[in-house]
């Protein structure tokens, strides 16, 4: 059986506020509900390396302009990556 597509129906999807309801909606979510403690430990490491790189290493706001580092010292070293382990994961 096929639902009827109202204009309040099309009037709620093309809301302004749909991006917002959206967005609270991700936590009301199950699967979301069952990766809760995995999320917030993977967000909390990944700010937690952000902090620490910006006060270590500097950084660059959205204009654009560098800031230098807070904690300069050649003990505290910045956090990175090598790219070579980025690119085991791509394709030829």
């Known amino acids: 059986r096929r639902t ?3 204009h309040d129906d099309w009037k709620q999807h093309r809301s ?3 991006f ?9 979510s199950g699967v ?3 990766l809760d403690r995995e999320v917030w430990a993977t967000t909390l ?3 937690g390396l952000v902090g620490y790189n910006a006060l270590v290493g500097g950084y660059t706001d959205l ?8 904690l300069s010292s050649s003990v505290l070293p910045q956090l990175t990556i090598p790219l070579n382990a980025g690119l085991l994961s791509t394709s030829i």
Do not use: C, E, S
């Open 4 to 6: 009827v597509y109202t």
């Open 16 to 18: 302004q506020d749909r």
């Open 20 to 28: 917002i309801t959206y967005l609270i909606a991700i936590f009301k």
């Open 32 to 34: 979301y509900k069952n």
């Open 45 to 47: 490491v990944a700010a």
């Open 63 to 70: 204009d654009g302009v560098k800031h230098a580092a807070v």
